[in-house]
């Protein structure tokens, strides 16, 4: 057994949990008439109610002993100070200085990294009002309206996704996102984007990340061949020496390369090893949301995270938060099988975010091994992370989530004012919000279920009720979270993504690994980069397993038959 698994405070939750595993959650709410106000918690307008959890007070309770054990406490004050928690990388994990608003220094080996983010942010407001306001001249004169953000990972999902919940909010240029580096998505984003008034917004930090770079190529390859079809002014024409420059910024730290492709260092945004990327937005990752929204708006975002920050660094584990949903999610997975969380917004606004949350949680803690290096073998980490908006997944996935054989927790989230106010479809879209927490709660007996059939008209005779019951019987006990707010603006998003990147924290600290490095990632690019040199006909032939050698063999006989159609 593990250390987490044979510690006291583990131990003492999986004998509470056989003693819970007897006792329904609608049972739990029949004993307590002020179930809702014992578990749900409040921070100004947002509320998060864990009532529909299968939680009494010493649950929690024990929950919290674990969090102590696992030294939470000394880990946020270490997050929080700069020292290198991101032990494999040797980094410090400093995301919440990028939004940090207090004046308080905070130091990585004696300096004080403020005073840069400081510049970087006053380089975000000039760059972007530039060409908010039309100052920014691309090569031939023309003032920018498309802006199109090239990256990858949290380089490409962070600002998609704030750029399209903070829709309302965007008055500046339009905004496009490319990251796959199937020539398709780069293809069908250019395809109606005037050149003269495109801009590209690169941002890798290396400036060598294989996608964002040959999107990048082919995206200047493209520029310069609608400016020669336009007649545009030749680069050495003084009006504008060079397109690459007046069409291209990028975000990165590597001067020379960026140099090297054409863009003026002066317009390069820095951020920093210790900014991971799934927690950039925050950092010059952004400019594009900044592009969209304005600096103002971006800002009011960093002032919503550094709220959520302050709260989860200072409030006791009982009423904090991030620790809450934290704690509910180990109470789910690691003592009653959850082995995938659910993240259902009732917003079409925030249609990204479950799918930013896929990587901010699955690669955060997405591990096996603990921090001394330890395989882990008697414990689950991360969920599998998944969701999509209502009310569509009521008619995708919800059939799984009431009558399915897998068990899957589900957090609602959901704004009480809507930035479109069409008729009553606010009130329906609340009223679904609602319903499904009460229904995967509640279910549906399966005397309720026969006593419904038997009033159907036409009457069903004794046979057809009998065989309709088992399909009409919802088992229930299914538990979910409710995070409810008064509107989504940019201060509420930004506390809303806060409020679940501490929440990731919490759980890889409780289950004792890495949150913040993705090694991961790296071994399918290596064995890409040997594969396309295969494609190239360079690379040693049959040098893979027979699969592989299989595959690579039909996709050369296909290319080969293609072009001599």
């Known amino acids: 057994m593990s250390m987490l698994t044979s510690s006291k405070a583990w131990r003492a939750l999986v004998a509470h949990q056989e003693q819970m595993s007897s006792i329904s959650i609608r049972e739990l709410f029949a004993q307590d008439s002020h179930r809702f106000e014992r578990f749900s918690l409040r921070f100004d307008d947002l509320l998060l109610d864990y009532s529909k959890q299968r939680v009494v007070g010493g649950t929690m309770t024990l929950l919290g002993a674990l969090a102590k054990q696992s030294g939470l406490d000394h880990a946020i004050e270490a997050m929080f100070a700069g020292e290198r928690i991101n032990h494999s990388e040797g980094r410090p994990v400093l995301h919440i200085a990028l939004r940090n608003r207090s004046g308080r220094p905070i130091e990585v080996d004696g300096l004080d990294v403020m005073p840069a983010v400081q510049r970087v942010l006053g380089q975000m407001r000039a ?14 004169g023309k003032t920018i309206t498309d802006v199109v953000n090239i990256g990858i990972g949290g380089s490409d999902l962070g600002p998609a996704m704030v750029c399209r919940a903070l829709h309302p909010y965007c008055d500046g240029p339009r905004t496009h996102f490319v990251s796959n580096v199937d020539g398709t998505h780069l293809s069908e984003v250019l395809a109606n984007l005037d050149a003269e008034r495109t801009l590209f917004v690169v941002v890798s930090k290396t400036f060598t990340t294989q996608e964002t770079l040959a999107n990048a190529r082919s995206a200047r390859a493209w520029l310069i061949a609608q400016l020669e079809t336009m007649g545009s002014p030749s680069p050495s024409d003084e009006r504008s020496p060079s397109p690459v420059a007046r069409h291209f910024i990028a975000v990165s730290t590597n001067k ?16 920093w090893d210790w900014v991971g990327g799934r927690y950039s937005l925050w950092s010059a990752v952004g400019f594009t949301i900044v592009c969209a929204t304005g600096m103002d708006n971006f800002e009011t975002l960093l002032d919503g995270a550094h709220e959520m920050d302050e709260h989860f660094r200072t409030t006791p584990f009982q009423d904090n938060l991030p620790v809450t949903l934290a704690l509910l999610g180990i109470w789910n997975a690691n003592f009653f099988g959850a082995r995938s969380q659910a ?17 901010g949680d699955m690669e955060s803690n997405g591990k096996r091994v603990d921090r001394d290096g330890n395989v882990i073998d008697d414990y689950h980490t991360g969920p599998i992370l998944w969701g999509e908006p209502g009310t569509n997944g009521q008619h995708a996935f919800f059939q799984l989530l009431h009558q399915g054989t897998q068990f899957v927790p589900v957090d609602f989230i959901a704004p009480a004012r809507s930035h479109h106010p069409l008729g009553n479809h606010h009130e329906l879209l609340l009223a679904n919000f609602f319903a499904q927490s009460e229904a995967l709660m509640c279910g549906k007996s399966t005397a309720q279920a ?39 603006t940019p201060r509420s998003l930004g506390r809303l993504l806060a409020l679940y990147e501490h929440k990731i924290f ?55 038959t293609a072009t001599t159609r």
């Open 127 to 140: 760059l972007s009002d530039d060409i908010r306001e039309g100052r920014w001249i691309g090569h031939t």
């Open 256 to 271: 020379e390369k960026v140099e090297a492709f054409g863009i003026d260092a002066s317009t390069m945004m820095e951020f």
């Open 343 to 359: 993240i259902i917004p009732y917003d079409q606004s925030l249609e990204y975010f479950s799918t930013y949350f896929q990587q």
């Open 450 to 488: 026969r006593d419904e059939l038997l009033q159907h008209t036409p009457p069903l005779d004794s046979t057809r009720v009998n065989q309709l019951v088992p399909h009409k019987t919802f088992p229930g006990d299914r538990p979910s979270n409710s995070l409810l707010f008064e509107k989504l």
């Open 506 to 560: 919490v759980q890889g600290i409780i289950w004792k690994i890495n949150s913040f490095d993705q090694w991961g990632v790296e071994l399918g690019k290596q064995l890409a980069t040997v594969i396309l040199r295969d494609l190239a006909g360079s690379g040693s032939k049959g040098s893979h397993d027979s699969s592989t050698n299989g595959l690579i063999a039909h996709y050369k006989s296909l290319r080969v």
